[in-house]
């Protein structure tokens, strides 16, 4: 088991760009989430799936857009990035107890 | 929407003192977990406490969860430079959305 994969690891994105955030996840969790974290601060709830085909969003989904055309993928698209934008991203599964988290995404926005 | 609350933000000790950290969330929730997060690392599942009143232990981690299931406790005893991290708690609401806390930062002085 691989657990909970994200790509890239790290991105530099020039303002304005859009880029596509991979997740994928092989434990079979219904439950997926996608969490950003700013420096020294905590993680903020972005959007979050219950299955495949159902997503909602959570505290700070503006600026970003999810599918989950498959229980196996959760991929986060950034739309027109901003400096704001620059945060470290974790993907996260679960089956409804112990939540399992990638090992982040770092994007910078410059 | 619920917030979940920890404090204190940031903590030093030295080692061989107690360590605790309190979560109070704004809803009553069905559940709280509770993650450690290494500097540079991603979140790592500790516990889940489930009952009124719930108190878990673990080697030197003590877990308490409220009678009224909007607060809870982690008390590290007699800690240790392998304590340094981050700990955040995490409530269960509705539809499977989970909200971390504020996190309590954790320095420990050799």
């Known amino acids: 088991n691989a657990g909970v994969t994200q790509t890239p690891k790290f991105r530099i994105l020039k303002i304005g760009q859009s880029m596509t955030l991979q997740c994928a996840q092989d434990?079979?969790?219904?439950?997926m989430y996608w969490y950003r974290q700013d420096p020294g601060m905590g993680l903020k709830l972005i959007y979050y799936?219950?299955?495949?085909?159902?997503?909602d969003k959570g505290e700070v989904p503006n600026g970003y857009n999810v599918s989950r055309s498959t229980t196996e993928d959760f991929p986060l698209r950034l739309e027109l990035a901003a400096p704001s934008q620059t945060s470290v991203y974790f993907c996260?599964?679960?089956?409804?107890?112990?939540?399992?988290f990638g090992e982040g995404s770092w994007l910078t926005v410059v | 929407g619920q917030q979940v609350m920890q404090i204190p933000q940031y903590q030093h000790v030295q080692e061989g003192e107690d360590f605790t950290t309190y979560c109070n969330s704004s809803?009553?929730?069905?559940?709280i977990q509770w993650y450690k997060q290494r500097p540079g690392g991603h979140p790592v599942f500790l516990i889940q406490?489930?009952?009124?009143?719930e108190v878990k232990k673990q080697k030197r981690l003590t877990f308490q969860f409220g009678e009224a299931k909007k607060n809870s406790s982690l008390h590290i005893t007699a800690t240790q430079t392998t304590d340094v991290g981050t700990y955040f708690c995490?409530?269960?609401?509705?539809?499977?959305?989970?909200?971390f806390g504020t996190g309590t930062k954790l320095q420990v002085i050799p």
């Open positions: 799936s219950v299955g495949a085909g159902i997503t």
């Open positions: 996260a599964s679960s089956t409804g107890n112990t939540i399992y």
């Open positions: 406490l489930v009952k009124s009143g």
């Open positions: 434990m079979n969790h219904n439950y």
């Open positions: 995490a409530g269960l609401g509705g539809y499977q959305k989970v909200t």
């Open positions: 809803t009553t929730l069905s559940n």
